[in-house]
């Protein structure tokens, strides 16, 4: 009955019942199906286990590298990647919540998430764009024992640390969240809406 009631399935379920090829079809979506459960009630519920776990049991799919064609084959996705494949451009839409998908070529600049889809907020805080004129605040641990990441061109503006360091910009301890706080909001959230040599024209800049 649930593969009758799934839309995607029941046009396979049925050719099944005549054609010996549609019935090897439905062998392997099941077999694949039987992997999918197995690692996720694993240890290790994994990509990884699922390939490792692909290769062994009889019956499964065979994993092979990306862009071998001229095979049957089954793409590997995460949940994200697979809503609204067939489409570039997905808004899946809540009771509260909207989320949107789309299909980029490469992985969009931080000022590019700004002016497109965060307008509307008075402050934007991201972590991992490490590249780019948006202004940056590093943390930098002793125990770490590493350098700065970040140099004079980086457009650094503040240091989060617990070592003595330096540098020309202001630095706060690991734990004067308050400070920081205060730090941002008089540079960003103030009057003007700038903070030293930032230009009021930029996207992440209050308007």
């Avoid at 307008?119 to 490490?130: I, N, Q, W």
């Avoid at 125990?143 to 202001?170: S, Y």
Wanted: proline share 5%; hydrophobic share 45%; glycine share 10%.
């Amino acid at each position: 009955m649930l593969w009758r009631g799934l839309s995607y399935s029941r046009r396979l379920v049925g050719a099944a019942e005549t054609s010996t090829q549609a019935r090897a079809d439905l062998a392997a979506v099941l077999a694949f199906s039987g992997l999918v459960t197995e690692v996720g009630t694993s240890s290790s519920p994994s990509i990884e286990e699922f390939l490792e776990l692909a290769e062994v049991s009889e019956g499964a799919p065979a994993a092979g590298a990306e862009g071998d064609r001229g095979r049957e084959e089954v793409h590997v996705l995460t949940a994200h990647a697979a809503v609204g494949l067939e489409f570039d451009t997905v808004v899946v839409a809540g009771a509260a919540e909207l989320a949107l998908f789309r299909l980029m070529q490469g992985p969009p600049a931080v000022e590019e998430i700004v002016r497109e889809y965060l307008r509307d907020v008075d402050l934007v805080l991201t972590e991992g764009f490490k590249e780019g004129p948006a202004p940056k605040i590093e943390i930098n641990r002793a125990a770490q024992d590493l350098d700065l990441l970040c140099g004079p061109g980086d457009h650094l503006i503040a240091v989060v640390t617990d070592r003595n360091l330096p540098v020309e910009v202001p630095i706060f301890g690991l734990d004067a969240i308050e400070p920081l706080a205060d730090f941002l909001e008089a540079g960003y959230l103030g009057v003007g809406g700038r903070m030293g040599s930032v230009r009021g024209d930029e996207p992440w800049v209050n308007r």
